[in-house]
């Protein structure tokens, strides 16, 4: 979707889903290609002012920047959901300040030709490094 008014639309919009008592409202935190360059960009802060309840933020976040934005009261919440697929032990790695792993290729979330591939061959730091002890860094 994409409008010079996208900015007032969901503005108007988060206020109005507010009055339904939600259980959260999760959004693309500074998703900005395609038809979103027609108007301005909305932020989580945009949705926090505007959504009187729980904001789950989404988009590639890394941990600092999500400790950043929960601290702030910008969002309550913080998603990882593509992070996890190359990280499946993504709270320990974030707990121990172990190596994150890439994001996979894009085409791992789309193409179904490349069947299980990149889903379930992302192993865990602890079986990496005993593995490959010199990888330790």
């Known amino acids: 979707m994409g409008s010079s008014d996208n900015a007032e639309m969901f503005t108007y919009a988060f206020n109005r889903l507010s009055e339904h008592g939600l259980a959260y409202l999760a959004m693309l935190d500074g998703f900005g290609f395609g038809y979103m360059t027609q108007g301005p960009l909305l932020t989580v802060f945009d949705a926090k002012t505007a959504f009187k309840g729980t904001i789950v933020a989404n988009?590639?976040?890394?941990r600092d920047v999500a400790e950043g934005v929960t601290r702030s009261g910008a969002a309550d919440l913080v998603g990882f959901a593509?992070?996890?697929i190359s990280n499946p032990d993504l709270v320990e790695r974030f707990k121990?300040?172990?190596?994150?792993?890439?994001l996979p290729d894009?085409?791992?979330?789309?193409?179904?030709?490349?069947?299980?591939?990149?889903?379930?061959?992302?192993?865990t730091y602890k079986v990496v490094n005993q593995q490959n002890p010199a990888s330790v860094a």
């Open 59 to 62: 988009n590639s976040y890394i």
């Open 82 to 84: 593509r992070l996890f």
């Open 96 to 102: 121990n300040d172990w190596h994150i792993n890439p």
């Open 106 to 123: 894009h085409a791992f979330l789309w193409d179904a030709s490349k069947g299980d591939e990149g889903y379930n061959t992302f192993q």
